[in-house]
Nanobody
Framework: QVQLVESGGGSVQPGGSLRLSCAAS????????ISWFRQIPGKERERVSC????????YYGDSVAGRFTISKNNAKNTVYLQMDSLTPEDTAVYYC????????????????WGQGTLVTVSS
């Protein structure tokens, strides 16, 4: 089974950018749809983006569309989330998650989760 490890979180000022990485080990990501979720304290976890398997279809939540870009480097077995024009409302713990069932299976059914990385947007 694949294992996922996020990195790239940190603190940034409003309007800034960060790139999160989700590195996979134990298996290739070829057959896994990879989603990025975020959780703000006191709120439900939100799926912000997903990239599908072989065709690379991407999905973005309304709150990040036009500002975030998901991509995949097969050679590095890594998925990235480029986050631009960040606002304080983007402050959250970001998780990557993977499943063989595609981008739109219910969150509770997703089989593999990373440990999360904290993003703080503040002036």
């Amino acid at each position: 089974q694949v294992q996922l490890v996020e990195s790239g979180g940190g603190s940034v000022q409003p309007g800034g950018s960060l790139r999160l990485s989700c590195a996979a080990s134990g298996s290739t990501l070829d057959d896994y749809a990879i989603s990025w979720f975020r959780q703000i304290p006191g709120k439900e976890r939100e799926r912000v983006s997903c990239i599908g398997t072989h065709d690379g279809t991407t999905y973005y939540g309304d709150s990040v569309a036009g500002r975030f870009t998901i991509s995949k480097n097969n050679a590095k077995n890594t998925v990235y989330l480029q986050m631009d024009s960040l606002t304080p409302e983007d402050t959250a713990v970001y998780y990557c998650a993977g499943d063989l069932g595609g981008c739109f299976i219910p969150e509770r059914h997703i089989s593999v989760w990373g440990q999360g990385t904290l993003v703080t947007v503040s002036s």
